[in-house]
């Protein structure tokens, strides 16, 4: 709870390492309720946290050519959608689609291959064309 509250003074890359170490612990501990909730909201906290220009494509470390990896999505299907939306907001305002475009399909793509939705259409009108386009590769799945 203590560090929950004081992530946002950390810096993006470390809370990016966080949010998919919390996935990570939430995979490896399916039976624990308490445990899980409390994982859900650490990443709940660090997905809406992010900055509009935080959230983007991994860069290389300095003195290394190699890009970390980051995964932001996970098994629950709110947390997933808290991480489109906060991608919209993204793309809205710091033009992520610009130079992150394949980043971007590949997260989107991961979060419908995990837990496939759809949104509203009064949902979707707000979304920047960039992500319409993406989430139209993955149709909803229907009951």
Same mark, same amino acid.
């Given at each position: 709870?203590?560090f ?8 993006? @890359?470390?809370? =990016?390492n966080?949010?998919?170490? =919390?996935?990570s ?23 809406? $946290?992010? $900055? ?6 991994? !860069? ?5 050519? /190699? ?6 999505? %996970?098994?629950?299907?709110?947390l997933?959608?808290?991480?489109? =939306? ?8 710091? %033009?992520?689609?610009?130079? %992150?475009?394949?980043?971007? !399909?590949?997260v989107?793509? %991961? ?6 939705? /759809?949104?509203?259409s @009064? ?7 960039? =992500? ?8 909803a799945?229907?009951?």
């Amino acid at each position: 709870e203590i560090f929950s509250y004081r992530v946002h003074h950390a810096q993006a @890359h470390f809370r =990016l390492n966080l949010l998919s170490s =919390l996935h990570s612990m939430s995979a490896a501990a399916p039976n624990q309720a308490q445990l899980n909730q409390m994982l859900e909201s650490t990443a709940l906290r660090v997905i809406t $946290g992010m $900055g509009n220009f935080e959230m983007t494509s991994p !860069k290389p470390q300095p003195g290394t050519n /190699s890009k970390p990896s980051y995964t932001l999505y %996970g098994e629950s299907e709110e947390l997933n959608r808290m991480v489109i =939306l906060t991608l919209a907001r993204t793309i809205h305002i710091g %033009g992520l689609e610009n130079n %992150g475009s394949a980043w971007l !399909k590949e997260v989107v793509g %991961g979060i419908m291959a995990n837990t496939p939705h /759809s949104w509203p259409s @009064h949902t979707q009108t707000n979304f920047p064309q960039a =992500l319409l386009d993406i989430l139209k590769e993955y149709p909803a799945v229907k009951d």
